[in-house]
């Protein structure tokens, strides 16, 4: 089986969810404006960035020496 046939049938999957195609949309304000996939990719990195600022790291409990 081709190893690649997976990632294939993934990358099909969203092809026929999200039409790649068309023209984007572009969001504007005053002098701004850019497309709203890359808006929409700008948001969704700052939101990950806020996460992990808040987010507690695993294993960063205060540890008691005896």
Known sequence: MDPLAHKN???LMFA???DLNGKAGYAHWHFFQMSVPNLVVIVLMLVL???ALVAPFP???KRRRK
Request: net charge positive.
């Open 59 to 61: 294993g960063n409990t």
């Open 49 to 51: 960035f806020a996460v």
């Open 9 to 11: 049938k993934f990358v």
């Open 16 to 18: 026929a969810i999200f």
